[in-house]
């Protein structure tokens, strides 16, 4: 029997406000042969009625929905029915979706801000009170709140919380977007008087961002939009919205909010019943209007983020009279809760560190900016308690990254109850799962999906304390490893949308999105469009395909990607690196393909290297490095162009792909075969980029693995080529030594950071030292995208084609491991793959999802098409 469960990864378009185009993939439960020829009916129903059809069953299963136009706040229902030349399913359940407010004059709300303006230092400035009352006569059906701002904003109905998510709105490039939630309020909203409150703070928008701290960013003041729609069960329609009526008060409780500096409360301002009618607001101002339009709100194809998890202290600890330290002994993003505030007048001081130094106090020296107007470590919390039974002190306009809290003036001794870690970021489902016979591999591994949870906060940051901002660079290294941890499509998406707008008209990409509007003029800014970077143009959209199979990210980045890429052929056509002209005046052919122009962050944080004069840095040829990845991206952009079935493209891409690899080759491999630089990092690139010939790639590997050795079998890569390190090494005959390093604990290696207690991946290998020193950030996933050696070679679950619908199931064991197994959750269902060694045998169990096809390679060199259900194999 074949059955069908409710429809999943929706999409919705509207074309020329008249068509809507469902795109849904129906998850199968039946072991469907990978030759029955599948097809799909459905049938949808708006408003207007079912539809209903019939097509041919691909990756995604294509809905032509050709009524009237969907319209807004329209609930739509749709079901799906598979069968084969085997045998036909019953109806899935019903999925359905609700569209939002889908045109600007769907708003008839107004924007507002506080009547009295939250001023004060950037940092420190208090947050917003603001409210509203109406009447409901009639009953209700269905209620809605759809809200934005330019801030951070959190709703109350009638003292109740609304909704679950976390920073709303969320952080984007507000020039172009800017994301509004939706809100299901039927079950709260009561029939007689009602209130509604929002705590609006600055956020991202006006307080301080970034590495520098910059403040006022996209405005100097916060705003809020809301607008409710109340469908009552007569059929009748009632719309409120924020404008004049709404009160606000910048004189309570909340006497400071800010993302990076923290947050302060002082409970004895407290409005008691604010957020409830009937409250006197007599004494609160009327918010100002302020017509800033609706047209870059949009929704987002991301999971909000939320409290995703709560963690009971380790221990709790006095220092002395005056201060307690409290250990998680988890490094996390989000806050801590505290239910026990102490007497009234009682001012607690939060203090929050990833490390403790030599007198185990909690430690911020990591968090150093050093740099002239540079700003405090900041993640400071602060409450002053009014002395009410049960107060509990959470702040959810801030976020810190840590593991210790300094909890400073408290005159009771805190036990684990008193305090509690809020884990908060986006909602990612997690999909994949890896362990080994290695305790040490598995805490490794650990330690990665927590960098990665720290560093999902809307956009993927490089680290949750002192910088939180989208490198480019550090996710288009990460994003295999993350795809296959966590469902990351959507969110991977809407960050995209932000690089797209932050690319500058000559296709420069930028080095971080959102990018705000200071960056421009900060020292950093010179080496936006820097190789490997920029680069993420073009990789991320690819991977992201590859993990999910669908074509549309490809196809919404393409403009960014040529446009990036006809800024890199510029480039190299028409500039030269000042030390290259100046030793060679007449350019060689080769030279009109070779990218060693302009500025570049370079290979990055190479073991033992240290960059003091950063414009230095980026004046420094990168050539090999720049010209490896302006190869590698053209030959993606000749297979994005494939896919899309732009014909000209792809041969256009695929003869540049070639032209520039050749120049690769004759700049920078010599007479006897030898790369220059002659790095691991280049023996790495050469070899993962493909650009060396066939016949010196066993050469080429061969140095790789001197080099290594040379070293004391340590790795010697920086930032970029670090993620390819081991499987190159492993694809190329040299899995020992992939194993040698995996397993090295010595520094530069990942177990030494286990070894010394980490619990997510360093900024630098030796983010804490041998004798306690703590350098940088403790809390940075790009050295992190190994345990996708772990996945795909250790384990050895590779798609081999997108959305894993055929993948490669090729175990390779080593290093001592004695078992492993992993899992993984694919478009078309679960992945399972365990081995052991035994006896001198490998054991594998192996379970294939319905609709897909597995190639299992062992050992020995056995193969065996393995199709939907589960396998046992021996070699």
Known sequence: MITTTAPTHLRVEHLDEAVGICVVRPRLSWRLPADAAVQTAYQIRTSNG?????????????????????????RVEWQVKVWTDRGESDWSAPGSFETGLLHPDDW??????????????????????????????????????????????????????????????????????LQV????????????????????????????????????????????????????SDGTVTVLGTGPEWRSSTEQHVVAADLMAGERWDLRRLPHGWSEPGFDDTAWQHAATDPRGFDT??????????????????????????????????????????SKLGPAGTTVRLVHGEWLDASGDVTTDNFAITFPDSKPAGQIDEVT??????????????????????????????????????????????????????????????????????????????????????WTGDWQLFVPSAAFLFDVAGFSVKWLRDVAADQRPDGTVVHFSPYAPDEAHSIADQLNGSAGWGDAAVIVPWEVYLAYGDTEILAESWPMITAWLSRVERSARTERHPRRAAARPT?????????????????????????????????????????????????????IAEVLGHADEVERYR????????????????????????????????????????????????????????????LGTGFLATPYLLPVLADTGHLDLAYDLLRQDTEPSWLVMIDRGATTVWEDWNGVTADGTVNASLNHYSKGAVVSFLHRHVAGIEPLEPGYRRFLVRPRPGGGLTWAEAVHESPYGRIEMGWRLDDGHLHVRLAVPAGTEATVVLPSGRRKTAGPGTHVLMD
């Open 297 to 338: 709100l949009a929704d987002s194809p991301a999971p909000p983020v939320r409290r995703i998890e709560e963690l009971t202290p380790v221990s709790v600890r006095r220092l002395d009279e005056h201060r307690q330290v409290v250990d998680l002994g988890q490094n996390i993003n989000g806050w801590v809760r505290l």
């Open 181 to 232: 939630q939706t809100y299901d309020i039927t079950s709260e909203v009561v029939q007689g008087r009602n209130a509604i409150g929002v705590i609006l703070a600055d956020g991202w928008y006006r307080g301080l961002i970034g590495f520098f701290r910059h403040s006022d960013q996209w405005g100097s003041r916060s705003a809020l939009l809301m607008q409710m729609r109340l469908t009552h």
């Open 108 to 177: 008839q709300a107004e924007w507002i801000t506080p009547g009295r303006p939250a001023d004060g230092t950037p940092g420190a400035r208090p947050a917003a009170l603001l409210r509203f009352e109406f009447d409901v006569d009639t009953p209700i059906a269905s209620a809605r709140v759809y809200a934005t701002a330019h801030g951070i904003y959190e709703g109350f109905l009638n003292g109740e919380r609304i909704g679950s998510a976390e920073l709303t709105p969320g952080f984007t490039q507000y020039r172009s977007r």
């Open 50 to 74: 079912w539809d209903s059809g019939r097509t041919a069953s691909g990756d995604n299963l294509l809905i032509p929905y050709a009524g009237p136009p969907l319209r807004s706040s329209e």
């Open 385 to 470: 308690s009014a002395g009410v039974p049960g107060e509990v002190f959470e702040p959810r306009r801030t976020t810190h990254g840590f593991q210790y809290v300094r909890i400073e003036g408290h005159p009771e001794d805190l036990t684990p109850d008193d305090v509690t870690g809020i884990v908060v970021h986006t909602d990612l489902r997690r999909t994949g799962w890896f362990a080994c016979s290695d305790e040490r591999i598995n805490r490794l591994h650990e330690a990665v999906v927590w960098s990665l949870r720290g560093n999902a906060c809307d956009i993927p940051t490089d680290c949750p304390q002192r910088e939180r901002a989208g």
């Open 587 to 639: 350019p060689e052919p080769h030279e009109q393909c070779l990218w060693d122009a302009g500025s570049h962050w370079g290979e990055w944080a190479v073991p033992g290297e240290q960059v003091v004069d950063l414009n230095a840095h980026a004046r420094l040829d990168h050539g090999d490095i720049a010209t490896a990845y302006y190869a590698y991206s053209t030959d993606l952009a000749a297979r």
């Open 655 to 714: 003869t540049l792909s070639e032209k520039v690899r050749a120049a690769w080759q004759a700049e920078y491999i010599g007479p006897e075969g030898r790369l220059t630089p002659d790095t691991q990092a280049n023996h790495v690139r050469a070899l993962a980029f493909d650009l060396v010939p066939t016949e010196l790639r066993p050469k080429v590997a061969a140095r790789l693995t001197e080099l290594v050795r040379e070293a004391g079998t340590h």
